[in-house]
């Protein structure tokens, strides 16, 4: 067997239909008392719920998140905190709202407990996001790490159909990487095929009823996997891929990770044989970058940058980015392999090798 390093973050995850109802007790086992609960404005409603069943222990709703945690978002969050005196904060959303928390964190050490609504995974990560001048900065730092991660599937049953789809293939990318990752181990292989599966057989199910809470949970349970994935191993192409794509060109986030994967992961394929084995075991598929490329036109998902906003002449720019910053990735970074990467990725053609 291959030597490997594994160390686990230490995060609490209480999982189940109905558990937001924990929070108070959650909150009271960090010691905290004025919990200051974070959302986006679309999800303020849901912030001022969970403020109300806090009993006495919301010290003020902040609901100001958005897409990949705006510098001033951040400080406008931490001085908040400072008037509040909140000795937590609640995050009550998706990746930008956990970002958003993660933000506050990075500066106080506030403790941050998340309440996920979507299946990015931000929520098992200690990597946070900011952006000044246009220009997203990320990093790693253990204290953004949410100490306490509640898992309720019913909070889910309102995430519009096409998120449920792109949010869960953005989760899978965090595994597939993961799989093939220079820091990859025995440990998270099982978790990300495992993830890989419970969410492609979730959002199967959910296709034929959005609300069924059963198939809810299971992809909540598969995106807890892959965000725990995310959290552990260093991503390769398809992570870089993306982050420029969405910083550069401003692309919606999970979108971007929907059409992307499955050109990055036949680029990756002959390079990383047995991480695509246990990718396709999890989508009883023998292709699986073919695959994941059927899964989201199936059920209705965007396959084509230019259908996402993507301007075709920047095709060249996102190739040039690419191979700029080097990192580990199974197969070298070709610019013009790449580059022929990115059209596919454009047109909606089918992945290749
Ligand atoms: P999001 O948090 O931006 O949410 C998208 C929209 O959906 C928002 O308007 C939100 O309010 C709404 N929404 C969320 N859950 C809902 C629900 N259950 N019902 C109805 N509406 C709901 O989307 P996202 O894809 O979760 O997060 C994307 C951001 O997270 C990006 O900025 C990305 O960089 C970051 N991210 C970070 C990490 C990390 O480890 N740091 C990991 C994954 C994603």
Partial sequence: MTPFVYQANAARVVFGPGSLQQLPQEIERLGARRALILATPEQAALAARVARALDGRAAGVFAEAVMHVPIATARAAREEARRLDADCAVAVGGGSTVGLGKAIALESGLPILAV?????????????????????????????????????????????????????????????????????????????EEGIRALAAAIGALADRADDLEARGEALYGAWLCGAVLGSASMGLHHKLCHTLGGSFNLPHADVHTVILPHALAYNGAHAAAAMRRIGRALQAADPARALFEFAARHGAPTSLRAIGMPEEGLDRAADLAVQNRYPNPRPLERGALRALLQRAYDGSPPQP
């Fill in 116 to 192: 996920p609504t979507t299946y990015a995974g931000s929520e098992m990560t200690p990597i946070y996001g900011l952006t000044e001048d246009g220009l997203k900065k990320t990093g790693r730092d253990p204290r953004v790490l949410p100490r306490t991660v509640v898992y309720d599937p019913e909070l889910t049953l309102s995430l519009p159909w096409a998120l449920t789809v792109t949010s869960g293939i953005n989760a899978m990318a965090h595994a597939a990487e993961g799989l093939y990752a220079a820091d990859a181990n025995p440990v998270l292989a099982l978790m990300a």
